[in-house]
């Protein structure tokens, strides 16, 4: 008899035999290197969002080892599994169109393949919003993780930061009031790090309204993206 439709025996191929269903998805996952035991284990799945074009999700394979162990901890199986990956400055021409695709790759990915809940790792305005909405429809228990944001950057003896001072440098190089050798410096400082934007912009506020909503652990939001307290917020997602 097939189990309850939990870990692996959720979401089976349908080849019109249960039983052979579970036995070639075994078969194959085996492959990699997983015991009988541990395939008896429930599954939380790991929307992995990195992208060599996305520096706001730079530190989620970072994140993703600290989620696993977490879940391993826990004892469970992590399964990670890619999604669409959206950034502001690279998505032609608007991130905004893409938010819906992302949101329904998150879900069908979600409905598609067996877990039991699953752990979104995201950032900015547009990728918080479609995890989460791909996952209220998928209607499987789901945390949010975000990346967190950069930390800031120096110029001249003031702190500078994305983007709340990009287009108020931007504006200062078209008027003149300061040079191509200075804009330049500025660029080289605006995003010192990998994360989102570390002011109070609409990746913070998505953040912070995630947390609010209960869809993110206590304190998740605003830690920085490189800092050991982002490591231990994803073991603990886990």
């Not at 967190?148 to 950057?153: H, I, R, S, Y």
């Not at 040079?179 to 080289?188: K, P, R, S, T, W």
Request: aromatic share 8%; charged share 20%.
């Amino acid at each position: 008899m097939t189990k309850k439709k939990s870990g692996m025996y959720k979401n089976l191929t349908n080849y019109g035999d249960s039983e052979f269903s579970i036995f070639l998805r075994k078969a194959f996952i085996k492959g990699m290197g997983y015991s009988e035991e541990m395939l008896n284990k429930p599954i939380i799945g790991i929307t992995n969002t990195y992208s060599d074009y996305n520096p706001c999700h730079g530190n989620v394979p970072d994140l993703i080892k600290s989620v696993k162990a977490g879940i391993l901890s826990s004892g469970a199986i992590p399964l990670e599994f890619p999604t669409i990956s959206i950034h502001e400055s690279f998505a032609y021409p608007t991130s905004m169109y893409l938010r819906n695709l992302m949101s329904i790759d998150t879900e069908e990915m979600m409905k598609a393949q067996p877990m039991d809940a699953c752990v979104l790792i995201g950032g900015c305005d547009k990728t918080v919003p479609a995890q989460l909405m791909g996952a209220f429809s998928a209607n499987i228990p789901a945390i949010q993780l975000v990346t967190g944001p950069m930390l800031t950057g120096s110029h001249r003896g003031e702190r500078v930061g994305a983007c709340t001072d990009c287009r108020g440098y931007w504006a200062k190089f078209r008027a003149e009031e300061i040079d191509f050798a200075e804009i330049n410096e500025v660029n080289n400082q605006l995003v010192p790090t990998v994360g989102t934007c570390g002011v109070m912009g609409t990746a913070s506020t998505m953040a912070l309204i995630t947390e609010a909503l209960g869809m993110m652990i206590s304190n998740g939001a605003s830690a920085p993206a490189v800092s050991a307290e982002r490591r231990r917020i994803a073991e603990e997602s886990g």
